[in-house]
């Protein structure tokens, strides 16, 4: 016998989406990215990235463009971009004064650039490219007979004040969803909002750094407790490696966070490390297809799938600085390791990777370049270090990782791997420590075709 409660209503689905530059470049990506959100009743959050190419555009100008004439044509072509989207609504006149306020925000700014830059106006200026998108985006889904409502993320996406790489406040993003957010997800509307931007508790605008569009979802997502993540971008899903490096790279239709994690953190450029955070402390599915071609399907990121294999997927991350320190005095010794993390941790220097022999340490930094440049020892730490061993530093190397599952555990792992690649010189070989990931060096010349030929013997 069973029972049903009449009055008991289970909820829909909740579903934040996000949308990056290139499905909201123009008025027809526009247009085919307001289609699917108009198509999928539980999506009711969207975050969308500026116009392709616009961020590229306003850091130029953030950086002060001494040349009145260089100014003002980087002026004229953001004034191109949303003008022409612009053109192709059906009721402009609903948007055009606010964006042409805001595009009149721009050159002021911009003329307050040439003498007195900062990271703080830097990100104002910066933080007008979704608030721009935002406004088109909003009319189109509303001319398409949707209910779309145009929201100020920075309200609720509260952070500290370092500009350019603000760290997001939780527990503050929390409440101000709570409070202003939720309230309007009972109503049978859409809120359009902005990625990548928020505020510090003065209300100064911030923004979380580049890739920031799909940490700031995730964190939306976090905040209202929605039942997925879509992020919605150029290709569709995560694939076995980057289809550039090795043309027979397989679409992935499933995959775990963990596996996840490590591709993004080891260089697939698809997915940015910080987005499934969130996402894992409330187990959130992702979901990362294509905007260009949405009847392709794409990637689930969910907590466990079915059966993962052994192998899953190759990433490739360039431009890494190995440092190696040598000293006889680290045979049998102690304390030797402990300083040398002294001396970094004092210069501010994160270490990413790390092998040991008995009389010498090798290590790659972490890259926080947001330009991607391979990063750098200090003059001052490279000295420091030098009192205590002798400093080796290399450049021009990519790191290769393999990911998978228990790669620990399955016997003859390593030596499928690196079988395979005996006319290569892998460096700094990683294995053991995790059981998701088998990575090492390569020489930048030799990387592609170490990553093709590996994809060639694992996955073909």
Known sequence: MSFVDNNFTVPPPLTVAKFGGTSVADHAAMSRSASIIKENP???????????????????????????????????QLQTI???????????????????????????????????????????????????????????????????LRFDIRSVMKTDSQFG????????IRQQAESQLNPLL??????????????ADNGTTTTLGRGGSDYSAALIAEAIQADNLEIWTDVPGMYSTDPRLAATAQPIKEISFCEASEMANFGAKILHPSTLVPAIRQQIP????????????GTWIREHVEQPPKFRALALRCNQTMVTLTSLNMFHAYGFLAEVFRILAKYKISIDLITTSEVSVSLTLDQTDTGGGAPTLPVAAIEELNQLCRVDVEQDLCLVALIGNKLGEAPGAATQVFGTLEQYS???????????????????????????????????
């Open 286 to 297: 992702v979901f990362i297809g294509s905007s260009k071609a949405p009847e392709q399907g």
């Open 82 to 148: 949303h003008q022409n989207i612009l053109s192709q609504l059906s009721n402009p006149e609903t948007v055009s004064g606010d964006i042409q306020r805001l595009l009149n925000d721009v050159a002021a700014l911009a003329t307050q650039a040439v003498h007195n830059p900062s990271a703080q106006l830097t990100d104002q200026l910066v933080s007008h490219g979704e608030l721009l998108s935002t406004y088109l985006f909003a009319q189109i889904l509303n001319e398409m007979g949707a209910r779309a």
């Open 42 to 76: 539980s999506a009711k959050v969207v975050l969308i990235s500026a116009c392709s190419g616009v961020t590229n555009l306003l850091v130029e100008l953030a950086n002060g463009i001494a040349d009145s004439e260089q100014r003002s044509q980087r002026l004229q």
């Open 186 to 199: 009972t109503n049978d509307q859409i809120i359009v909002s902005q990625g990548f931007i928020g505020s």
């Open 426 to 460: 892998p460096r700094m070989i990683c294995f053991g420590a995790s059981t998701h990931n088998l990575c090492f060096l390569v020489k930048t010349n030799e990387s592609r075709e170490a990553v093709k030929t590996l994809h060639h013997a694992l996955f073909e």
């Open 165 to 172: 790489k603000a760290i997001p406040d939780t527990d503050a």
